[in-house]
């Protein structure tokens, strides 16, 4: 069973369905027992950095996450729910992420030309990095659906796949058990339901 966290910010529902189309068992849960009960934990994320860690924060559930995870449970981060598994993001002032990852999060605008519009939004394809488990389905230049005015920086370490906006952007990240993709599987059409499935077939860290 997948546990979807629901801290009060994200796309929950359509993540649930996507599970349910590819025939997984989810379930959205604020419930920390629920959350340590289940095989893998969704993090999700929509808005701002700050606002969405106070929150998750507020709620006990961060401590959850990074335990279970340091367990070696499966943990997928979506869009800012990726974003805050790093260890600090420089969005309105220096914000403190989970740390389970690697690198920082910073504007996109210090990275790409002058002109094109921020947020990214719409689809893009995937350049892969390195071979993971997340991405046994998903094949170079599949399109996927991104909206996102910030991206992880410093991340080679975990680094999977980037996309191309003006400058090379951090599109999706891994290592051990813990995944992230700055767009949105759940937007992403069967390219997202591919990747959602590897991640159902992932493998925990005992």
Avoid at 31 to 53: K, S, T, Y
Avoid at 117 to 146: A, C, H
Wanted: glycine residues 12%; aromatic residues 8%.
């Amino acid at each position: 069973m997948i546990a979807i966290i629901d801290y009060g910010v994200g796309n929950l529902f359509s993540l649930r369905s996507s599970f349910a189309a590819i025939g997984q068992e989810a379930v959205v849960t604020n419930n920390i027992e629920e959350i340590r009960r289940a095989d893998r934990l969704l993090l999700p994320g929509v808005g701002a950095f700050q606002d969405a860690a106070e929150k998750l924060r507020a709620s006990g559930m961060d401590k959850a996450v990074t335990e279970e995870a340091a367990k070696g449970k499966p943990l997928l981060g979506v869009c800012l729910g990726m974003q805050m598994l790093f260890e600090k993001s420089y969005e309105y002032g220096v914000h403190e992420g989970l740390g389970l990852l690697r690198g920082e999060i910073r504007p996109i605008e210090e990275r790409i030309p002058g002109g094109l519009k921020i947020p990214q939004m719409g689809w893009n394809g995937l350049k892969i990095v390195k071979e993971s488990p997340l991405l046994k389905y998903t094949r170079e230049g599949d399109y996927v659906y991104f909206v996102h005015s910030y991206s992880a920086v410093n991340c080679e370490e975990s680094l999977l796949a980037v996309t191309e906006y003006g400058a090379e952007l951090t599109a999706c990240v891994g290592k051990g058990n813990v995944f992230g993709c700055q767009f949105h599987p759940e937007k992403s059409g069967e390219v997202g339901l591919r990747i959602l499935k590897a991640f159902c077939e992932t493998e925990g860290m005992a």
